[in-house]
């Protein structure tokens, strides 16, 4: 199938919205649909977008998976009850955390997050609903680096040639396939959602397991949970297209106290990009550098290296995993 591209420029954000809600009114008629809000722009915007379409027919859950931000879900809610539109926390902590344990590959890590998602958590809150429908937040930035094989995306099915009516009992409804990050913003505050969530950094869908080299365990999400949170605080006026923290496997040697600390690696990747397609470190003031080191290096326990990724993507990507 091929995607007919909407570049944010070419974007008609009042008629996408009246086409893409009708077209969902069409798809799920007077049956019920069901979402799963992440708070980043993609799954806000169609969170809206199905709000509109079906008021109340739309179920949106918010599924804590463990692997989150520092107060992210809690936030979350409360920004979507504000705006009228009811969210359900699901706590599925424990499950992710299962499935991630003693998985190291960067791609059966993504597997698992997936499965767990969509036939585990999700597949169940569907089943449970009596919903045949699920809106869902790709865009085709996913579809084209999954189809490329660079990286298994967390949400693009179809185009895999994976069918999620069989796969998982329940068809996909995509409204912003032929968006890429720039125009969904551009909708997203045509649907009224506030700044911070327009003009929010993008975060991937398997969220801090995308930036963790190794395991992922409640102890070294802590760790980089940590580090996320003061490397968002100090680069938050940078204007960059998205910054991040990443936890190393390696351990290096380092002293404290005056005894060597066998410790850990945090790596601060910092990009300018305009479609996350193509994108080059950020030149970050060397205080700003320092600033974020020092205070890794105080406040989160263990870490007793910081270093700073200089490598364009491509031939990096964006994310570690
Ligand atoms: P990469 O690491 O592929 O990231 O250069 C490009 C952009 O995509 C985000 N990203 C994801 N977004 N699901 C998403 O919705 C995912 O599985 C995923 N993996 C990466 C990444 O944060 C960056 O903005």
């Not at 585990?120 to 937040?137: E, I, M, N, P």
């Not at 395991?215 to 980089?224: F, G, N, P, Q, S």
Request: proline residues 5%.
């Amino acid at each position: 199938m091929s995607i007919h591209e909407i570049a944010a420029a070419d974007l008609n954000v009042k008629q996408f919205i009246e086409e893409q809600v009708e077209s969902i009114r069409q798809a799920v008629g007077d049956g019920w649909a069901i979402n799963a809000l992440s708070g980043g722009v993609d799954s806000s915007a169609v969170t809206m977008l199905g709000h509109k379409a079906l008021g109340n027919r739309l179920k949106t859950y918010f599924v804590d998976n463990a692997l989150m931000r520092e107060g992210e879900p809690q936030r979350v809610v409360a920004l979507f009850a504000e705006l009228g539109v009811p969210v359900e926390l699901i706590d599925a902590r424990d499950e992710f955390l299962a499935a991630l344990r003693g998985i190291t590959d960067p791609e059966e890590k993504r597997e698992a997050v997936t499965q767990t998602f969509y036939k585990t958590v999700f597949g169940r809150l569907v089943r449970a609903s009596g919903a045949k429908h699920l809106l869902q937040g790709t865009i085709l930035t996913d579809v084209d680096e999954t189809v490329a094989g660079i990286k298994r995306q967390h949400n693009v099915f179809e185009q895999l040639g994976i069918d999620p009516q069989e796969a998982f009992g329940y068809h996909i409804l995509e409204p912003l396939i032929q968006l890429r990050k720039d125009g969904v913003r551009k909708l997203a505050a045509g649907l009224g959602l506030p700044k911070s969530i327009y003009d929010r950094m993008p975060f991937p869908g398997p969220a801090l397991a995308a930036r963790i080299i190794g395991e992922v365990t409640a102890e070294r999400l802590d760790i980089v949970r940590k580090a996320t949170a003061i490397t968002e605080e100090e680069l938050e006026d940078t204007g960059a297209f998205q910054y991040m923290a990443i936890l190393h496997e390696d351990r290096v040697t380092g002293m404290r106290d005056g005894q060597r600390d066998f410790g850990l690696q945090i790596e601060i990747r910092c990009w300018d990009s305009v479609d996350a397609r193509r994108a080059t470190p950020t030149r970050l003031p060397w205080e700003t550098l320092e600033r974020l080191a020092d205070r890794i290096l105080t406040g989160v326990p263990g870490v007793v290296s910081v270093t700073y990724g200089i490598a364009p993507k491509p031939p990096s990507t964006m994310e570690v995993v």
